[in-house]
């Protein structure tokens, strides 16, 4: 079992940052693929970014390419989501994921490869 706790969201003006955290309990969390979503009201769940078990594989959805890092420390525990230049359409609630047993050092894109979520926290950027 995995739980997650998301924390940092805020308000922040357009071309500003944030840095969102995810804290994971459990002595699993060296064997989950880590992945954060967004949503916005009436919209479906979008991925963001995804990182392998090990740390060593990332990936990103093309709309924050360049200006989005994820990354984690697997002795802490915990991955973030540094966000830089943000944009009022990066609005939305985001969410941080698990995937737990997969045996591959891979990332994960969808939501249903995905079996633990946290509660959200929301971000907003202002125009």
């Known amino acids: 079992q995995v739980q997650l706790a998301e924390s940092g969201g805020g308000l922040v003006q357009a071309g500003g940052s944030l840095r969102l955290s995810c804290a994971a309990s459990?002595?699993?969390?060296?064997?989950?693929?880590m992945g954060w979503f967004r949503q916005t009201p009436g919209k479906e769940r979008e991925f963001v970014a995804a990182?392998?078990?090990?740390?060593?594989?990332?990936y990103y959805a093309d709309s924050v390419k360049g200006r989005f890092t994820i990354s984690r420390d697997n002795a802490k525990n915990s991955v973030w989501l540094q966000m830089n230049s943000l944009k009022p359409e990066d609005t939305a609630v985001y969410y941080c994921?698990?995937?737990?047993?997969?045996?591959?050092?891979?990332?994960?894109?969808?939501?249903?490869?995905?079996?633990?979520w946290g509660q959200g926290t929301q971000v907003t950027v202002s125009s």
């Open positions: 994921a698990a995937n737990l047993g997969s045996p591959y050092d891979d990332i994960y894109v969808r939501q249903t490869e995905y079996g633990y």
């Open positions: 990182i392998s078990r090990s740390g060593a594989n990332s």
């Open positions: 459990g002595r699993t969390f060296s064997s989950c693929a």
